[in-house]
């Protein structure tokens, strides 16, 4: 048994008993203060008990525009979003960031971990519109490092010297179809077989090692 009375698991052991949590943000524009969140997803990643890390799960939601929002006619371009489909069965942001977060709470406690850490593809974007949204709806319980992510931009580019997500895809192996891109729903699940690639690689490497024999409680990440 560890110290969170889990027999095999290792995932809060690796990351210093943090939960990565794959974050992605389809938005409006590029200002997380003014500019509209239109879709948010997050994928559950998981770790064996031979510390090999793999995707579990996606949630994720259309999400209405705030009041007063500003939305670029560009982005709306770019991710091809109509914010006002009448089927797109859109919520509202304290709603969909709820739901989220209920679900990341629980894998925090499944996992024997302290809290969560967004995982992100130039994930100081999606951070920032997440906090944004939090302090905007007046959510107390943000169950993810205040500061620090896990950028698989800058992951990428020391595994494979790419720091585009297709690219990166393309050199891990990892199938990534551009007419599904800047779906949230999508890009996240791609971000997060690329994080989980890069930790098995560099566990293949001999970089890290499981270790069952060291079960210590989390140290605060600084």
């Known amino acids: ?49 031979d510390g090999i890390m793999s995707v579990h799960r996606t949630h994720n939601f259309h999400v209405k525009p705030f009041e007063n929002a500003n939305i670029e006619q560009a982005a709306l371009d770019f991710t091809g979003i109509d914010p006002y489909h009448p089927f797109r069965e859109a919520v509202e942001e304290e709603e969909a960031l709820t739901a989220l977060f209920r679900v990341v709470r629980k894998e925090i406690r499944d996992q024997g971990c302290t809290r969560a850490i967004l995982v992100g593809h130039n994930a100081h974007f999606d951070g920032g519109f997440v906090t944004a949204a939090v302090e905007r709806c007046g959510i107390k319980r943000n169950p993810f490092h205040p500061f620090s992510f896990f950028d698989t931009a800058t992951l990428s580019g020391l595994a494979f010297g790419q ?22 729903a999508y890009d996240a699940e791609r971000t997060a077989e690329l994080f989980c ?26």
Request: charged share 20%; net charge negative; with cysteine.
């Open 1 to 49: 048994m560890t110290a969170y009375g889990m027999t095999d698991n290792q995932i809060s052991n690796r990351f210093r008993g943090f939960l990565p949590v794959v974050i992605d943000v389809e938005t409006g524009g590029f200002c997380a203060a003014t500019d509209a969140i239109l879709e948010i997803a997050a994928t559950i990643v998981r770790m064996d008990e």
């Open 163 to 184: 720091t585009v997500l297709a690219k990166g895809c393309a050199e891990a192996g990892i199938a990534f179809d551009n007419a599904e891109a800047h779906c949230a």
């Open 197 to 222: 690639d890069i930790v098995n690689r560099w566990r293949e490497s001999g970089g890290w090692q499981p270790d069952f024999s060291d079960q210590q409680s989390p140290t605060r990440l600084g």
